[in-house]
């Protein structure tokens, strides 16, 4: 059985992957098309998974306070500690139609930190620039800061401010193809994630 198999007790594994398009990073907020190099070493004992590699953000989405942000460019980065927590470097955009501009805003979302401790800096490509507060009112109420009634603005304060401790929730899943339906399936109980599989890059 597995547990009398010194084999499958002590097993560590080490895979080199070459991770394709259409492999998708997704959290509660978060839903990125990611590519490039990765390093999988799972350790069977300590039931620790680690990855190593930077992969590239291809493309996808980040909802902020609801509304959608296209992925423009960026980065995913594993650096080799366990659970799936990797560090981003992502840049959204929005392009948001109010009536009290005559084009489209366009609000970029830049997403640091990490997976699960996400910071988000919102800025503008305006001509005159457009503080935090009012892109972030922009956003929620569709109007600056100046026109909002007064509850409104208590609300687009608090809102500025859990942008830089914003939580992706849980389920977080990385699918990756299959590289061993078993040894997946006894991966995804030992680190205790919704979902894990992995395909070996061509």
């Known amino acids: 059985s597995e ?16 991770v394709g398009r259409n492999t998708w990073l997704r959290s509660r907020d978060m839903n990125v098309d ?13 039931r620790d998974l680690a990855m190593v590699g930077e992969l590239e953000a ?16 960026g ?12 560090n981003l470097e992502i840049e959204a955009l929005n392009r948001l139609r109010t009536p009290y501009l005559d084009e489209p805003l366009s609000i970029f979302a830049d997403v640091t930190g990490t997976l ?3 910071r988000v800096g ?32 208590a609300i687009v304060e608090g809102a500025a401010g859990a942008l ?14 299959v590289l061993s339906s078993q040894l997946g399936s006894v991966v995804a109980r030992d680190i205790g994630i919704d979902y894990f599989a992995i395909n070996q890059g061509r």
């Open 3 to 18: 547990s009398q198999n010194p084999f499958l007790q002590n097993l560590r594994m080490n895979v080199n992957l070459e």
């Open 116 to 118: 699960f401790a996400p």
């Open 34 to 46: 990611i590519g490039g190099d990765l390093l999988v070493t799972w350790d069977r004992t300590s």
């Open 75 to 86: 980065t995913v980065s594993f650096l080799g500690t366990p659970g799936l927590n990797p």
């Open 164 to 177: 830089l401790g914003a939580a992706t929730g849980a389920g977080v899943t990385l699918g990756l193809g």
């Open 122 to 153: 919102l800025r503008s490509d305006a001509s005159l620039p457009i503080a935090e507060s009012d892109l972030v009112s922009y956003l929620i109420f569709g109007q600056p800061s100046y026109a909002l009634a007064t509850g409104q603005s």
């Open 58 to 73: 291809i493309r996808g989405r980040y909802a902020v306070f609801g509304r959608q942000f296209q992925v423009q460019s």
